[in-house]
């Protein structure tokens, strides 16, 4: 009797054993499924939409950054930002070739755009973003830079003593009547670099040296100081008239600095050779470099700086005309007018460089 009783005692523990197993077990592997799965999905998402890209920069306006940092809050893409003079971040490129850290390259001028790009720093890019964004000719040939600020080199002069009137062309400036009154920086300065070597372009070597002289005979003062020394000498009576970047004027009209906000509302603008060839343009561009290491997320940077979002920011809070089509100049850039263009190649203002350079030393422009 004892021997049944513990033997059917036995069966039945046996049987919750096997009852309680069966509960437990298979609701714990299904959590597991439950927690597991989406534990990838965010691990997926997350490497998608985030990582970092890493930006050599010659700009250093705030806008930029607030454009980086809206990029981030956007993407989760970390924007590493390393900033320097335009050369010199062309030279590191080259030293660190393909153990640099950069991923793209921004830079004022086109001259150091073909730098960039005959160095071999620079790999093309297209992209049916960047083509709707950037048209044809504010873009390298082979798609290895985009530009994505435009600024015009014009004549900035003191109304008191100039009249519109008196003005048209960059080379009427040679005219005896401009003597020891024309301003304008130093031959080493890229912006006239690139302004010479258009005309260049356009006029040929020996009239192009012919402007250069004349200038140099012309100048109220030896070059010297940046775009916004020229116009404060202006307002400060040491020449009537020089020739600088539209943006500057500009920066300086909305300047916290009084005196500089001043200076700027004192001078006019004046869009030059609008009868013959045009003013001339130069752009400030970006451009993937050749061994980057993130480049998906420079690509995305690239496509978000030429998005109509960048644009306006650029042409509102920096006083630059915006390159993508359907942005608009701010309202302070349509008060100085609409203007002819020089069209020339801009590839053509980093061919003829090293022969602008030669007339400058020439003709001993400092």
Not at 104 to 117: E, N, S, V
Not at 216 to 242: C, K, L
Not at 312 to 336: G, R
Not at 346 to 365: H, I, M, P, Q, T
Request: proline share 3%; glycine share 6%; charged share 25%.
């Amino acid at each position: 009797m004892k021997k049944n009783f513990y033997s059917l005692f036995l069966l039945m523990m046996v049987g919750v054993a096997l009852i309680v197993s069966g509960c437990t077990t298979a609701p714990a592997t299904e959590e597991v499924a439950e927690t597991e799965e989406p534990t990838e999905a965010v691990v997926e998402e997350t490497e998608e939409n985030s990582g970092v890209v890493n930006l050599y920069t010659d700009r250093h306006y705030d806008t930029d950054q607030e454009l980086y940092d809206a990029f981030e809050a956007s993407t989760g893409i970390k924007v590493n930002v390393v900033k320097g003079k335009g050369d010199e971040l062309i030279e590191r490129l080259t030293r660190e070739a393909a153990d640099t850290e950069a991923d793209l390259l921004i830079t004022a001028d086109a001259g150091r755009l073909y730098r960039a790009k005959s160095a071999d720093l620079l790999q093309a890019v297209t992209s049916d973003v960047l083509s709707a964004n950037v048209p044809t000719e504010y873009k390298d040939g082979d798609n290895n830079w985009y530009a994505l600020t435009m600024r015009a080199r014009v004549l900035v002069y003191s109304p008191d003593r100039v009249s519109a009137e008196d003005l048209s062309t960059y080379e009427a400036l040679t005219a005896p009547q401009w003597a020891d009154r024309v301003l304008v920086r130093s031959s080493s300065n890229i912006y006239n670099q690139s302004l010479l070597a258009s005309f260049i372009e356009v006029n040929g070597r020996e009239e192009a040296k012919e402007w250069a002289a004349g200038l140099v005979a012309n100048m109220a003062r030896e070059p010297q100081g940046n775009d916004r020394a020229q116009a404060t000498a202006v307002v400060a009576g040491e020449g009537d008239v020089a020739i600088m970047n539209t943006y500057y004027i500009g920066k300086m009209i909305n300047s916290d600095n009084p005196e500089e906000a001043e200076v700027g509302k004192s001078v006019k603008v004046f869009f030059p050779n609008q009868e013959t060839t045009g003013t001339h343009i130069n752009v400030s561009g970006i451009g993937m470099t050749k061994h980057a290491k993130n480049a998906d997320n420079a690509l995305k940077l690239m496509e978000f700086l030429s998005s109509t979002e960048a644009q306006s920011k650029f042409a509102e809070a920096n006083y630059e005309y915006p390159v993508h089509p359907d942005v608009e100049a701010s309202d302070l850039l349509k008060s100085w007018g609409e203007f002819k263009t020089q069209q020339v190649d801009f590839s053509k203002l980093g061919e003829n460089n090293l022969e602008a350079v030669k007339v400058f030393n020439e003709v001993d422009w400092k």
